[in-house]
């Protein structure tokens, strides 16, 4: 190549440099855009959603259990907890709501810890419903019955398929697995049990139907008690962050350093979460906020941030799909500031 080439090609090299630099300037913008967010930040996004949306009155307590009809609407509280243990909170912290379906994907983390994804997959399923949380047509629309864990065919089915010796060491597995991703004791809401065990008839149903179809994996009754007191499991809004939190954080809890489940199944997890932890509102919720989530009819919701952080929010009044009206808007609102939609910053319209 003579000297006059090379120079040409040279130059040729830099101005492609100079091109793809170029090019790159807004992928490069928009990672400084979506740098970690500071410690004020989330303060500020949690006071900002609690103040946007505090006086949001649409929507309704559940009163399909009659007790939770008795809960104080107006309660409402949003928090963020990091991978690394900081939390950031407004609102109300200390209220013990009653954990509810909130509750499904933990239990069925302890399903995947104690026995792999493939039996859940297998004994369970993982496809979304796209009807009600609480459908009986699903069992018998569905081969699988009981569908996935977080409806509640399949976390009563999640129950049945801890493995225990008895009823007492069912539910201690269950209660202390949960305590472990909160990081902390969490009492059962007796009042809370009674009302739900006294009129579940509907879940009575489900249950023996399971059973029926080959589907429950434990006396229905037994599954049926387990179920109802791991849903009055009592958490307040803090609790909920930092079981959110040690998703976030692949499965150890940030604040006691403990692993709660293995890092390898935290994926799968999460994946039935975006598809069906809002019920038939899966579809919806991750168009408008784009993040695995899990809700329950106490009024609490649970986002993560795979990786990163956990946003949630409580507050009682629900829509008709049974989720928290307030919450849902407060961590849609909070997502979309931080632009943490899993597959872009969503834009929430
Ligand atoms: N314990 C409730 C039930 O079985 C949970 C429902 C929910 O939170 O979605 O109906």
């Known amino acids: 190549m003579s000297v006059k080439n090379?120079?040409?090609?040279?130059?040729?090299?830099l101005i492609g440099l100079a091109v793809v630099g170029l090019a790159l300037l807004p992928v490069i913008s928009s990672a400084q855009s979506a740098a970690e967010p500071t410690a004020e930040d989330f303060q500020r996004l949690v006071d900002e959603a609690y103040n946007l949306f505090k006086?949001?009155?649409?929507?309704?307590n559940a009163n399909y259990i009659p007790i939770l009809d008795t809960v104080p609407s107006e309660l409402f509280g949003v928090a963020i907890a990091t991978r690394d243990g900081k939390i950031f909170a407004a609102g109300e912290q200390?209220?013990?709501f009653s954990i509810q379906s909130v509750s499904k994907p933990f239990t069925a983390a302890l399903?995947?810890?104690?026995?792999g994804p493939k039996v859940l997959r297998e004994k369970i399923g993982v496809e979304p419903t796209g009807l009600?949380?609480?459908s009986k047509m699903?069992?018998?629309?569905?081969?699988?019955?009981?569908?996935n864990p977080l409806v509640n065919a399949g976390a009563i089915a999640a129950v049945s398929l801890v493995q225990a010796g008895s009823e007492d060491e069912r539910w201690k597995l269950v209660h202390e697995n949960l305590e472990g991703f909160a990081g902390g004791t969490l009492p059962v809401l007796e009042d809370v049990y009674t009302s739900e065990y006294e009129t579940c008839w509907g879940n009575r149903g489900i249950a023996n139907l399971l059973y029926n179809y080959g589907r429950l994996y434990s006396d229905p009754e037994e599954a049926l008690r387990v179920y109802t007191r791991q849903c009055s499991v009592g958490i307040n809004t803090r609790d909920l962050a930092v079981m959110g939190a040690t998703l976030a954080n692949g499965g150890v809890n940030p604040l006691t350093g403990r692993r709660v489940m293995p890092a390898e199944h935290v994926p799968e997890l999460l994946a039935i979460m975006a598809t069906a932890g809002f019920y038939d509102e899966s579809g919806e919720w991750m168009y408008s906020a784009g993040l695995p989530s899990?809700?329950?009819?106490g009024g609490g919701i649970v986002s993560v941030v795979p990786g990163k952080f956990a946003i949630v929010a409580f507050s009682p009044r629900l829509n008709e799909a049974g989720n928290s009206v307030r919450a849902m808007r407060a961590i849609s609102y909070i997502a979309g500031k931080l632009g943490v939609g899993l597959y872009g910053p969503n834009l929430g319209e």
Do not use: H
Request: overall charge neutral.
């Open 132 to 134: 009600p949380f609480n």
């Open 294 to 297: 899990k809700t329950g009819v």
């Open 55 to 60: 006086d949001v009155k649409e929507g309704a």
């Open 6 to 13: 090379r120079f040409r090609s040279a130059e040729a090299w």
């Open 111 to 115: 399903v995947m810890t104690q026995q």
């Open 138 to 147: 699903a069992l018998e629309i569905y081969p699988e019955r009981s569908v």
């Open 94 to 96: 200390e209220y013990r």
